[in-house]
């Protein structure tokens, strides 16, 4: 039996790949080690589309590179975005990897791997065609058991000055909404609760497949059809927030009262220089209908800041908008010159550590306001969905509320009561600090 050791990159919809890559592998009969020592290949999937994360790719393939030094009979194997961005110099610049596969290998990584151990590999550099998992596709889930993503999309149709996700992921290709009820059942049957939807832009979902797909359609599906406690929204794009998605978000309490809204910008300049259709007038609207129609939502977004030409003035306009519209989570990124992005050429750049200056200075206004924002859920009785024994003691139990989704926002200390993991039960809350939670379950 061939052993390998898998290290995953990036955001949510990498990992389903990786997922992906697991199950392939294990229904091949390959063995998963824990501990890169004992494996025969060293697989890495990578991000790429960003400065930062194409570094850390980097990084971790020369740490495998050391491992393969004291053991010279070790594959290192890299795949996915960091391969299918930079495939032209990856040879040159990194002799040691034995084999690249781009982002669209996940279920053929058997083959690649099994012509590789043969010394019969097909090229140091492979980039498949474009592929879209099925229910059908071989995956194991990693996350804890009672959560899992479900990737609804390929690729991406926007085009924002600043991204190379189109050029390395592609364009949009849809999952029909059948098909992902079919893997949402067989999640729920083994004892996934939350299941949070996500896509590069999840409200693009069905946009290739005609008027009978999309992603109300696909909730619709996903509540007749299963009994999944609760539906999460992430990565949504402002403009395509329909008045049918607000309806359902009102009316179905399975469909967690959250938003994931990447507005990366408020001014109406900046966001046309970044290629993004709406302006200030069209968010303000749009919060303002959702807290209507939801009036206990939990709004996320992220800012961009530092984009090429960002002037003082409309940084701050940003700061405005939080303390104005006092949105519940908030990420902010310093932006970073992508090669091959249009944005790369665009005039007055702004220097890092003004932009490290931007970012710092957003990040410490939301966490001065987060704790009072937080102070809404005090005395309330929450569900909470439990995570375990809590990261800072083992005197406290930790898990979210609907408001807060795994990985990216705080968590509820657990205080008082006892529950397994997976559980969902009823909290009261008793204090908030700056993102997180403290209460007891409710006996």
């Not at 949510?12 to 697991?22: F, T």
């Not at 149709?157 to 050029?167: E, F, V």
């Not at 999944?228 to 929204?233: A, E, G, I, Q, Y």
């Amino acid at each position: 039996m061939s052993t390998f050791h898998l290290i995953s990159l990036g955001c949510a919809k990498n990992l389903v790949d990786s997922e992906v890559m697991l199950g392939a592998l294990t229904l091949r009969g390959w063995k998963f080690e824990a501990v890169p020592e004992a494996a025969e290949v060293l697989l890495l999937n990578t991000c790429g589309f960003i400065q930062p994360a194409v570094e850390e790719a980097i990084e971790e393939i020369f740490a495998l590179v050391e491992l393969k030094e004291r053991y010279p009979e070790k594959k290192i194997v890299v795949v996915g975005c960091f391969v299918q961005r930079y495939r032209e110099s990856l040879v040159e610049e990194l002799p040691e990897v034995d084999l690249f596969v781009g982002t669209e290998g996940p279920e053929q990584l058997p083959d690649l791997l099994e012509l590789m151990m043969q010394k019969e590999r097909p090229g140091a550099v492979v980039v498949p065609d474009t592929f879209l998992m099925t229910n059908r596709s071989p995956r194991l889930i990693s996350t804890p058991f009672y959560r899992a993503w479900l990737k609804i999309t390929e690729g991406c149709n926007n085009r924002c000055s600043y991204c190379k996700i189109p050029s390395i992921r592609g364009d949009l290709r849809s999952r029909t909404s059948d098909d992902l009820l079919l893997e949402a059942q067989r999640l729920e049957g083994l004892g996934v609760k939350e299941l949070s939807i996500i896509a590069q832009d999840t409200t693009a979902h069905g946009d290739d497949l005609g008027k009978s797909e999309n992603i109300v359609v696909l909730l619709e599906k996903l509540l007749e059809n299963t009994s999944l406690p609760w539906l999460r929204l992430l990565y949504l794009y402002p403009t395509r927030i329909t008045r049918e998605l607000i309806d359902i978000l009102a009316a179905e309490s399975r469909v967690v009262p959250y938003l994931d809204i990447p507005f990366q910008h408020v001014n109406d300049r900046v966001l046309q220089s970044m290629n993004r259709p709406y302006g200030f007038e069209q968010l303000t609207e749009m919060v303002e209908s959702l807290r209507r129609a939801v009036p206990d939502i939990a709004l996320r977004t992220t800012f961009l800041v530092g984009f090429p030409g960002e002037t003082e003035t409309e940084f701050l306009q940003i700061e405005k908008f939080l303390r104005d519209y006092r949105l519940d989570h908030v990420g902010v990124f310093a932006y970073t010159n992508e090669e091959g992005a249009p944005s790369e050429k665009f005039p007055d750049q702004l220097p890092e550590e003004e932009k490290a200056r931007r970012q710092n200075y957003l990040l410490k206004v939301q966490a001065e306001m987060s704790e009072s924002i937080q102070q809404k859920y005090v005395g309330r009785t929450e569900d909470v969905i439990v995570e375990g024994v809590s990261e800072e003691t083992d005197l406290l139990l930790q898990g979210r509320t609907k408001y807060q989704a795994p990985e990216v926002d705080g968590c509820v200390y657990i205080n008082d009561g006892t529950a397994s993991t997976g559980d969902i039960v009823s909290v009261h809350i008793s204090e908030a600090k700056i993102y997180d939670l403290v209460g007891g379950i409710v006996k």
